[in-house]
């Protein structure tokens, strides 16, 4: 079973910039989550897709967006770079299912200068 | 929102139960609890989740309280390999709310 695999593991980019991060789900995944934790912070709720569609959003700008592919792999896109977007970038995979546990990747650490 | 809030950090002595408290008042009836921990430089790892009633796997339990306003997840013997940060999260069907995670230190 492959678990969740993200990429690039780190990027520097500079303010204004455009970045784009990597993320593979598990194996029987279907779902896909993004999160966004700052140093010594929980991490926060971007995005969740499923059948390659938005479904449930945290309090981000529209500036991050995303995509699902039919292979339920998924993108994290944000434009317009800002500073206080510095973090550690997650992503989980799971079932659409309630009672289904998230699996997490090592995310991309993402700076921003 | 299913927010939570939890001990900044907690310490134990290893080989002995370690009981992490969560509050979640304003979770709704159908948000499941669940637990991760997560080292440095990694993802969080999942713990262990559930609605209403205590749930037990081979990593920890969980105690839910009977109005579901608060959880604890229960170590039965932390060893030093428990130390992370450890968060609880209301689940609602679309959204995730992490608490700010209790930092859990397990001396020798």
């Known amino acids: 079973e492959t678990g969740v695999t993200q990429s690039p593991t780190h990027l520097i980019k500079t303010r204004g910039q455009q970045v784009t991060l990597r993320c593979s789900s598990q194996s029987g995944h279907n779902t896909v989550s993004w999160y966004q934790q700052a140093l010594g912070q929980g991490p926060q709720f971007i995005f969740q897709y499923y059948r390659e569609e938005e479904n449930g959003r945290g309090n981000f700008p529209p500036r991050f967006s995303g995509l699902q592919f039919p292979n339920y792999s998924s993108e994290l896109n944000v434009n317009a770079l800002e500073l206080d977007d510095s973090a550690l970038y997650l992503c989980a995979s799971s079932q659409r299912d309630r009672n289904s546990p998230l699996h997490f990747g090592n995310g991309t650490r993402l700076t921003v200068t | 929102d299913a927010k939570t809030t939890q001990p900044n950090s907690m310490e134990s002595n290893e080989e002995e139960p370690v009981h992490l408290p969560c509050n979640h008042s304003t979770i709704s009836g159908t948000d499941y609890i669940h637990w991760y921990r997560q080292l440095p430089s990694q993802g969080p790892e999942y713990v262990i989740h559930?609605?209403?009633s205590n749930v037990n796997n081979r990593m920890a339990s969980l105690a839910i309280a009977e109005d579901r306003k608060s959880s604890t997840l229960i170590l039965h013997r932390a060893t030093l390999r428990d130390a992370a940060v450890y968060y609880c999260i209301g689940y609602n069907f679309n959204k995730f709310y992490f608490g700010s995670g209790t930092k859990l230190n397990v001396k020798p």
């Open positions: 559930g609605l209403t």
